[in-house]
């Protein structure tokens, strides 16, 4: 079946610094990718909207400036985090829409990143 | 943003007794699904339900959906103690985007 794929599982990085997570489907091609973040013990809040070859479209309240988005192919969305600070720490999945015939899209999800912020 | 609520927002029940949660949603719908995510992990797919669809199956699971009320709820019989999870409804609108729920958090004690 479809699988996607995000790298790495874990980070730890020092406040202040760039983190950057990768999200790839491994065998099909994804011309929309979503990013989410989930606190602990809380649902999933979705950050943006990741479209291949265009601006990523951020849901309010997330800081474009300080999440970047590219999605430079149909296999791979990248989710920077720029001037991290313990705040950020947090869980953040990615999901991959497998356009399909018949009964339509389906979206799969990465296993998602850890992120902690020292 | 979040979609609605879920109920309870914790469920502990007996290994082998049936867990009902319920999800609540705001906007309308082309669909409605169910996952599941273990502690620290991600998602599972449980379950999708269409918009013209008022119930489902899967195995141990089932799920009713009543547009008119913008509400669902997903069964799960003869629980299991590795039923124990977090269980998330996700709506897919008109943005092809999912959103997600409040969540549950279900304990089956063995």
């Known amino acids: 079946g479809a699988v996607v794929s995000q790298h790495p599982s874990r980070v730890i990085c020092k406040s202040g610094t760039s983190v950057k997570i990768e999200c790839r489907s491994l065998?099909?091609?994804?011309?929309?990718m979503f990013w989410y973040r989930q606190f602990p013990k809380q649902s999933l809040m979705l950050m943006a909207t990741?479209?291949?070859?265009?601006?990523?479209?951020?849901e309010q309240g997330v800081e474009k400036d300080k999440f970047l988005i590219n999605h430079a192919s149909l296999t791979l969305s990248t989710l920077t985090v720029t001037s991290a600070h313990p705040e950020d720490s947090s869980f953040y999945i990615c999901?991959?829409?497998?356009?399909?015939?018949?009964?339509?899209?389906?979206?799969?999800f990465g296993e998602g990143s850890w992120l902690t912020v020292v | 943003s979040q979609q609605g609520e879920e109920d309870p927002q914790a469920l502990s029940i007996q290994e082998g007794e049936n867990a009902t949660m319920n999800c609540s949603y705001k906007?309308?719908?082309?669909?409605l699904q169910w996952y599941r995510q273990n502690s620290g992990r991600g998602l599972v797919h449980l379950i999708l339900?269409?918009?013209?669809?008022r119930e489902k199956h899967s195995g141990r699971l089932r799920v009713t959906l009543d547009t008119s009320k913008k509400s669902s709820s997903l069964l799960i019989t003869a629980s299991r103690a590795a039923d124990t999870a977090s269980y998330f409804c996700?709506?897919?609108?008109?943005?092809?985007?999912?959103?997600f729920g409040q969540g549950t958090r279900l304990t089956i004690n063995p």
């Open positions: 999901s991959a829409r497998r356009q399909g015939s018949g009964s339509g899209n389906t979206i799969y």
């Open positions: 065998d099909f091609q994804a011309t929309t």
């Open positions: 990741s479209n291949e070859g265009s601006k990523a479209t951020y």
């Open positions: 906007t309308s719908i082309n669909n």
């Open positions: 339900i269409r918009s013209n669809e």
């Open positions: 996700a709506t897919l609108g008109g943005a092809q985007k999912l959103v």
